[in-house]
């Protein structure tokens, strides 16, 4: 099989986010049941640096790049599924990321390490204070997830999370993108976001287990100069993974990941499918979007279901009704 190209995107208020090797499209469901879909250029700037493409260093560019395309995306979405009356300017959307930032940084940083007063009482040890934090904020974490999951709005996110992740593994199988295809494929996926935060909160553990245990400001501090240390190194696991997902280890590397998303994604209906196929569609290029539809032999056809038992989760994590 062909190498397919390197796509990914995220899910929007009534749609699909999704990032090709050149465009971004946006793929919403408007109110009187068409689909709306976005086109623009992805204008990375480590395309005009290209040292910002360097292992590390890429993963904190595609980051902040995800960041700010997904804010777009989502007030792109709410605009054209009728949800708001007008789309955020450049100061709002700065003001909402700073904000975003700020409380991220207070819930999962500062209010972690600020706990570890009450066990201090009970231990002095750095090593043993940092690895409680990590583990509260991993805790905090879960919580978060498991909270916004309950929610009825989140929920219909979630299916469009699913949408995407089945229709990207649909792509990379060499299938044509068609609901009925993309139905059979699971919905938990190596490269997800998910799986990057998830080993982000690893990671951190990890990094920040052997920084002792200064002032409370100096510790807030570290962890944020470091962040995109983590971030740089969890970046690159995720690739790794996403190219090696066969291998059994790997599987046993990003399972927390994989389960995880079992709260992050739904299973979705098909009109959710069709707003990601032709968010998938939008960012292919022609000479690749004439392979992705032409029409394959019904030997590979018949092997779909065998391709997504390889890259799906081991079958005792699986669900097999969602």
């Not at 990375?44 to 804010?71: C, H, N, Q």
């Not at 002095?124 to 904020?137: I, V």
Request: with cysteine; charged share 20%; net charge negative.
């Amino acid at each position: 099989m062909m190498a397919k190209l390197s796509i990914g995107g995220q899910a929007v208020i009534e749609g699909v986010m999704m990032r090709g090797p050149k465009d971004v499209a946006v793929a919403v469901r408007k109110a009187d049941g068409t689909i709306d879909v976005d086109v623009k250029p992805v204008n990375s700037i480590s395309d005009r640096y290209p040292i910002l493409k360097k292992p590390l260093l890429r993963g904190v560019v595609a980051l902040v790049e995800s960041l700010v395309m997904g804010m777009k995306a989502l007030s792109y979405s709410a605009q054209v599924s009728g949800d708001e009356d007008e789309q955020m300017d450049d100061k709002e959307m700065a003001l909402t990321m700073v904000v975003s930032v700020a409380l991220a940084v207070g819930l999962f940083i500062a209010i972690p390490t600020w706990s570890m007063r009450y066990l201090q009482q009970w231990t002095q040890s750095s090593l043993t204070l940092n690895l409680a934090e990590g583990f509260l904020r991993m805790g905090i974490f879960l919580v978060y997830i498991a909270a916004i999951s309950s929610m009825e709005d989140i929920q219909r996110v979630f299916k469009y999370h699913g949408a995407e992740h089945k229709t990207i593994f649909t792509y990379e199988a060499g299938m044509p993108l068609t609901v009925e295809n993309v139905r059979t494929f699971p919905r938990l996926h190596p490269r997800c976001g998910t799986n990057f935060l998830m080993i982000v909160m690893l990671i951190s553990i990890f990094i920040f287990a052997f920084l002792g245990w200064p002032s409370l400001v100096e510790r807030i501090l570290s962890r944020i100069v470091l962040m995109p240390v983590v971030a740089g190194i969890s970046y690159e696991l995720i690739r790794f993974a996403g190219k090696n997902n066969d291998k059994p280890w790997v599987h046993r590397m990003i399972l927390p990941g994989l389960l995880l998303q079992k709260l992050t994604t739904r299973e979705p209906d098909d009109e959710m499918i069709e707003v990601a196929i032709a968010s998938v569609k939008a960012v292919l290029p022609e000479e690749e979007l004439q392979k992705v539809e032409m029409q394959v032999p019904d030997a590979i056809a018949l092997q779909a279901p065998a391709m997504a038992e390889t890259v799906s989760v081991p079958v005792s994590c699986e669900e097999k009704t969602c």
